[in-house]
């Protein structure tokens, strides 16, 4: 049922944040963060509130081919200030490209779709 779907894929985003913090903090030298890829976030229809835009964000929209990603990945951080974390994920132009969210902001936005997923049922 949609209901039954709609909690596998709440499951499945959980784990994708989840699994890889456990392994980022059980095995990094700097524990208050990790870097996952933009499109661990799903879709940019639904990440996009979040995140922002899918693309390099010095470029003013996506790339010209359909088929091509940027390389944006998404730190997310907790107990660190936001200085460090980008001391540690620098953004270079035309080589790395971050988008740095707090770990309580990441758990608010998914309860925030997981009660609107609640709605529509």
Do not use: C
């Given at each position: 049922?949609?209901?039954?779907?709609?909690?596998?894929?709440?499951?499945?985003?959980?784990?994708?944040?989840a699994?890889p913090?456990w392994?980022h903090h059980?095995?990094?030298?700097f524990?208050?963060?990790?870097?996952?890829?933009?499109?661990?976030?799903?879709p940019?229809?639904?990440?996009?509130e979040l995140?922002g835009?899918?693309?390099?964000?010095?470029?003013?929209?996506?790339?010209?081919?359909?088929n091509?990603?940027d390389?944006?990945?998404?730190?997310i951080y907790r107990n660190?200030?936001?200085?460090?974390v980008?001391?540690?994920?620098?953004?270079?132009?035309?080589?790395?490209d971050?988008?740095?969210?707090?770990?309580?902001?990441?758990?608010?936005?998914?309860?925030?779709?997981?009660?609107e997923?609640?709605?529509?049922q």
């Open positions: 049922t949609k209901t039954n779907l709609a909690i596998l894929i709440l499951t499945f985003v959980f784990g994708v944040i699994f913090i392994v059980n095995r990094s030298h524990p208050n963060s990790f870097a996952m890829r933009y499109s661990d976030f799903g940019p229809s639904s990440s996009y995140l835009s899918e693309w390099y964000q010095w470029n003013s929209q996506g790339p010209d081919d359909p091509g990603r390389d944006v990945k998404v730190v660190v200030d936001l200085p460090t980008k001391r540690t994920y620098p953004i270079f132009k035309g080589k790395s971050y988008r740095y969210i707090e770990y309580r902001e990441v758990m608010d936005f998914l309860e925030k779709r997981m009660e997923l609640k709605a529509d």
